[in-house]
């Protein structure tokens, strides 16, 4: 199986990597190898390379500067989207996609559906939903959320830089959702695609947490783990003394029982994840 995986180089594309099926031919670009924001470029390789699979991993999720550069995330998040769903049809490959928790607007007290009204509070959460409408029904698109792995730029990592640095931390305690661990999604990923799976389903780690919650959690293991020395206080503080260009949902807990039926069942705790991540910094450095 050929398989296009654009935005190689960040955690979920190299999550998809370390994760391929043995059968997997892999086709491996970044914006260096592929602009996906030339449409000819992209019209060109694929029709030269015909891969069966168009795995999608490449996004602009700069969420702030998107409040001050929304056209240029809506080239890579809505249009190029687009543009590779048409040259996956017109080579009869399959196009899967990832989008995000941020377009749904957080004033839901249960977890949303994946069928749930949509309503981006911010530039970042428009730009992704276009790129699900581009991407079209025949799509597998699948939502997530707090994506993090060992390596890249991520949660994890920089709390584990700022607990080792300072003796306290500030950390919001009233946005709630669901930490995802990169490879696992990266495997959901492979697997619903091999199964033919489409239309949107949402995929994150089990449970659910605020990023205070996410915070202690952090610190527990990495001082477990030994990758943290001393511990640091990490104090709960409000969005509103944490102002963003960007408003985040405040309760963005995906619903993923269709997932879980396609993946013949639940993901892990994120607790569990986020203990076999610190073991894999510890391992590999």
């Not at 730029?153 to 607990?163: I, P, S």
């Not at 001393?230 to 949902?249: D, F, G, K, L, N």
């Amino acid at each position: 199986m050929k398989t296009l995986i654009t935005g190689a180089k960040g955690q979920l594309g190299r999550g998809l990597q370390a994760t391929a099926p043995a059968d997997a031919t892999l086709l491996c670009v970044d914006v260096d190898e592929l602009d996906i924001t030339d449409s000819v470029a992209v019209g060109a390789f694929v029709t030269r390379e015909k891969p069966d699979l168009i795995l999608n991993a490449a996004a602009y999720t700069a969420v702030d500067r998107a409040e001050t550069e929304e056209d240029a995330a809506m080239a890579i998040n809505g249009i190029a989207t687009g543009t590779l769903a048409d040259a996956a049809r017109s080579v009869g490959a399959r196009f899967v996609h990832v989008s995000t928790d941020f377009v749904f607007d957080g004033r839901a007290g249960i977890p949303y559906a994946p069928d749930a009204q949509t309503a981006p509070l911010s530039a970042y959460g428009r730009t992704k939903l276009a790129g699900e409408q581009l991407a079209g029904p025949d799509a597998l698109i699948v939502r997530t959320a707090w994506v993090y792995a060992p390596t890249g730029g991520n949660f994890v990592r920089t709390m584990l830089r700022l607990m080792a640095e300072r003796p306290e931390v500030r950390v919001v305690a009233d946005q709630i959702g669901t930490p995802t661990y990169a490879p696992g999604l990266a495997s959901a990923l492979w697997t619903m695609a091999g199964k033919g799976v489409s239309g949107i389903h949402h995929y994150t780690d089990s449970g659910a947490a605020s990023w205070y919650d996410f915070a202690v959690a952090i610190q527990e293991e990495g001082l477990a783990s030994g990758l943290l020395s001393q511990e640091a206080r990490i104090v709960p503080i409000p969005t509103s003394a944490y102002p963003t260009p960007a408003a985040r949902p405040h309760y963005s807990v995906l619903d993923k029982a269709s997932t879980f039926d396609a993946l013949g069942g639940p993901t892990p705790h994120w607790r569990a994840n986020l203990r076999v991540m610190m073991q894999a910094i510890k391992t590999n450095g």
